[in-house]
Structures are given as C-alpha cells and as structure tokens.
C-alpha cells in the first residue's frame, strides 16, 4: 500500500512539472534554457515594449527581449535581445518596436539586411528605425474626433429645410427656363453630333482635318528646308556659305579697312589733295572771299544792265 501511494505520488509530481514546463514553454518564458546570442539596440523610447516581448523577422519569432534599461551615456532606452542560434542578422538590419493591434503586446522588428553584409555576433548594436507612438497617435485621434464634433455642433438646430429650401425655391420659380437652357444645350449637342454649325464642322469635317496635316506638312517641308539651308552655309556652300566660312573674304575686308584707317590718317594729317583741303586754312580764307566776291557781285547785277553786267563782273573777278 506504502509503495502505491509512492508511486502514485511521484507520477503525479512528474506530470505536474512536465505540464508546468509545457505551460511556460507555451507562454515563451521558458528560453533560458535554450541557446543562443546576444544583440543590442538603442531606441528613443520603449514604447512599453516589455522584457520577455517577441523579436521577429518577417513575421517570424527568432527571439524574445531579455532586458530593457536606460543607456545614460546617450540618453536612449538599451534593449537586450537574445535569438536563437539558428538565426542570421546582418550587421545593417535595422529593429524597429512595434504592435501586433491596438491591445495587442508590442514586439521588436528586424529587417533582413544586406545578402552581402557580415552576420552580427555577440553584443552587435544595431541600427533602429523609430515607429510613432501609440500614445501619441490616439493623442492626435482625439483631438480629431473632438475638431469633428464641434463641426457638427455648428449645425445643431439647423433643419434640413432652412438649408435646402432656397435652392428649391429657386428651381421652382426659375423652372422654365431651366428647362429651356437644358432643351438648348440638347439642341446644341445634337447638332454638333451631326457635324453642323461652326463647332460641328471643326470635329466632324473631314476637309478640315485634310487641310491641318497640309499645313503640317508644309511646315515639315519648310523646317527641312532651312534645315538644309543652314547646312550648306555650315559646309561653305553658296554665296552666305562662303561669306560664313571663307577666310579670303574676312582677309580683304580687314585689309580695306586697314588701308582707309590709313587714307583717314593722311586726311587728318593734310597730306594729299584731300587733306589739303580739310586741313589748309589759306584754302579756306581763298574760298570765303570768293563767295563773298560772288555776293556783291550778284547784288550788283540787280540794278545794271546787260553792259553793265559784264564789265562789273570783268571788274570783280580781275
């Protein structure tokens, strides 16, 4: 008797602690016991991310967070990972908390990585992506909600009537002529639909139509044209070609401008006939007395007659 209550005693310890173990190993508490390795990240705030949270890649649970602290040298929050020793995180993944609903536990996040990246090891800090916070959000949800509200309290007391009742007023007192307009813009439409009137003509009319791809074509053709034009003064051919391109013509009329710098040059300095007469003051003086010979002559002749007038101008001029 003694040794069947034993022995029934100890199978019911054994079942309790393999189901305690199930319970924990089902609730994922229970990973100390495997193995595994160590990888950090340091975040603006926890976000109520709670030790013992799920780590997930792609959905996937690779880990769970063992430890969450304040790294006071760089005023973050230090979350503690640990992941299975099967799993492979690249250097540049990135972990970023999140939240599987709005009442839902929050887990960290990593992201693949580069395929080329080495994998991280033991103590490897990773690169963190910050997710807005929930609190945050609802925040912003209720003042939302409250903006909605007092919109729709503006409108409290107002009936249906107050606000459609003038446009309906109006669509009876104006009801003629409202049909009319719409029996106008139907006859207007009808009769560009059948190709008449201005419009008509212009969507329907084929010669139109003909005549625009004309015109377009006599533009290709001209554009061609100046095209071919601009060309052969580019090569050099024709008169505007060689006037563009040739040397010869640039030669000769630096050339004459050269020689009348210099034929102006010799003016200026009274060289020549030309320069003489520019420049000499006693030809000057010889012309003036002339003309003023000339004056009193005629001033003369007015009064005399035709004897006269020869020997008065015998007289002047010798």
Do not use: C
Not at 3 to 11: A, H, P, R, V
Not at 41 to 52: H, R, V
Not at 165 to 192: M, R, Y
Not at 303 to 316: K, R
């Amino acid at each position: 008797m003694k040794n069947s209550l034993e022995t029934k005693l100890g199978i019911f310890v054994a079942v309790t602690i393999l189901a305690a173990i199930l319970v924990v190993e089902t609730l994922g508490n229970f990973n100390w016991m495997r193995g595994g390795y160590h990888i950090n990240a340091l975040f603006n705030s926890a976000q109520d991310l709670k030790e013992g949270n799920a780590v997930k890649m792609a959905g996937v649970e690779i880990g769970h967070v063992e430890k969450i602290e304040l790294a006071n040298d760089s005023q973050k929050v230090k979350v503690t990972m640990k992941l299975n020793s099967d799993t492979i995180v690249k250097t540049d993944s990135k972990a970023t908390i999140r939240f599987t609903g709005l009442m839902g536990q929050n887990f960290v996040n990593v992201t693949f990585g580069g395929t080329d990246s080495p994998r991280a090891s033991e103590g490897t800090t990773l690169q963190t992506e910050e997710q807005p916070d929930l609190n945050a959000v609802m925040a912003k949800l209720d003042e939302a909600a409250a903006g909605i509200k007092r919109f729709g309290d503006t409108f409290t007391g107002i009936k249906i009537d107050n606000l459609v009742g003038p446009l309906i007023d109006f669509v009876k007192q104006n009801g003629p002529h409202i049909g009319g307009a719409v029996s106008n813009i139907e006859n207007i439409t009808a009769q560009i639909s059948s190709g008449q009137g201005t419009v008509g003509k212009i969507i329907y009319d084929q010669t139109l139509y003909n005549s625009a791809m004309d015109t377009v074509s006599n533009l290709q053709d001209t554009v061609a044209g100046a095209r071919g034009l601009i060309t052969g003064i580019t090569n050099g051919q024709g008169t505007l070609g060689k006037l563009a391109t040739d040397d010869t013509l640039y030669n000769s009329t630096a050339a004459s401008m050269t020689n009348l710098q210099q034929i102006l040059m010799k003016i200026n300095q009274g060289q020549g006939t030309v320069g003489k007469l520019v420049n000499d003051q006693e030809f000057y003086k010889n012309a003036k007395l002339s003309l003023q010979k000339l004056d009193k002559m005629a001033d003369s002749l007015e009064d005399e007659g035709p004897l006269s007038v020869v020997g008065t101008i015998a007289q002047n001029l010798f």
